[in-house]
């Protein structure tokens, strides 16, 4: 069932399963449309060092993007930085990347920026930052290769080599945030914004 009031569905600017599955667990209709846009050249262009604020930005960015070829609909875009204190992660590239990201984030507390923006005719509406803190249990070098064996490709789909929703839960001792930080989409303040908006039904 969904709740969605608008006159089209909402459209969301990622191809991420996982914000995918939180707006359809939601009962929000929605269009998944990917943004064609080049992460690191807009981050790059802007030189921005905060997490928070590159995250920011390319939220933004992708909304944009997608919004100025879809007039009139309310576009959703989202990123998310791991950073751990002043380094930032990217997807690891393989399993030799995924590994030593592993070493670095073991026995270490580190920081999710999850950042989502909503933006219709050429406007951003909404926009928010929210962050989880995240710290990985210590690590042996076996308990990381045994990690990656039953983790498989997925370990590069995701920044850090872990998705909480699956294998990656196994891998930290304290988690401090909600779920959906952490899953990649700020669902509670884009739900308030959305209700604002006279656009869902709860």
Do not use: C
Not at 81 to 98: H, I, N, V
């Amino acid at each position: 069932m969904t709740v969605w009031r608008g006159n089209h569905p909402l459209i969301l600017a990622s191809q991420s399963r996982a914000r995918q599955m939180l707006l359809g667990d939601a009962g929000i209709s929605f269009e998944a449309v990917p943004a064609d846009i080049d992460e690191r050249a807009v981050q790059k262009n802007a030189g921005l060092t905060s997490p928070g604020e590159i995250a920011g930005l390319l939220a933004r960015e992708k909304a944009l993007f997608v919004a100025s070829k879809n007039p009139g609909r309310h576009v959703i875009g989202a990123d998310q930085t791991l950073a751990l204190g002043e380094r930032l992660f990217s997807k690891p590239s393989g399993r030799a990347q995924a590994a030593e990201q592993l070493r670095l984030l073991a026995g270490n507390s580190h920081a999710l920026h999850s950042a989502v923006a909503v933006a219709r005719d050429g406007k951003i509406v909404f926009a928010d930052v929210s962050i989880a803190k995240m710290t990985m249990r210590h690590l042996s070098d076996s308990e990381i290769s045994a990690y990656l064996d039953a983790a498989g490709e997925a370990v590069t789909t995701s920044v850090g080599a872990y998705q909480l929703e699956g294998l990656g839960v196994h891998l930290f001792e304290r988690i401090e945030g909600d779920h959906f930080t952490i899953l990649g989409l700020p669902l509670l303040p884009l739900l308030e914004f959305l209700r604002r908006e006279r656009l869902l039904g709860i």
